[in-house]
């Protein structure tokens, strides 16, 4: 053994401390893997025949490969990886963008039926509701919801 080897190992803290720094590289190491791989299949731009070809340059000679595709192809890995982000991002707000917002906008016939309600309840008066039912006709306003505080549907007109 020389004479730094046995330096390692006389230690035992910088013996431990060894043993995690190889440990992390060979967890990055495999993690860089993996991503060149995903990238790999993530290209729209490489035929299939290039994809088969990069994917066995990287796991028949992995060092070699992975050096190789970051040089090559590592500039657009970056944006790739963005691109993939915002179409991910954007499929998730328009998903809660239509699960929050149900069907939109409440039509005519059912601002209609709110105003019918309120009117068997006694919270606004025939007039409150003729006046309201021509705005809800005309498109010029929509219906205040029932049990908003008292207000009538033409309050502010």
Do not use: C
């Amino acid at each position: 053994m020389s004479a730094q080897m046995y330096l390692a190992y006389d230690y035992p803290l910088l013996s431990a401390f060894w043993t995690m720094l190889w440990f992390f590289l060979w967890i990055l190491w495999f993690i860089l893997l993996f991503r060149i791989v995903v990238d790999i299949f993530r290209d729209d731009d490489l035929s299939g025949w290039a994809k088969a070809g990069w994917l066995v340059f990287v796991v028949v000679l992995p060092f070699l490969g992975v050096f190789v595709y970051v040089i090559a192809r590592g500039k657009n890995m970056g944006r790739r990886e963005v691109a993939q982000a915002r179409a991910q991002q954007e499929a998730f707000d328009s998903y809660i963008r239509e699960t929050a917002g149900g069907r939109g906008r409440p039509t005519s016939v059912d601002e209609l039926a709110k105003l019918s309600e309120i009117r068997a309840r006694g919270d606004i008066t025939d007039e409150e509701f003729r006046r309201a039912k021509e705005l809800v006709l005309t498109g010029h306003g929509p219906a205040d919801r029932p049990g908003a505080g008292g207000t009538t549907p033409t309050s502010g007109r």
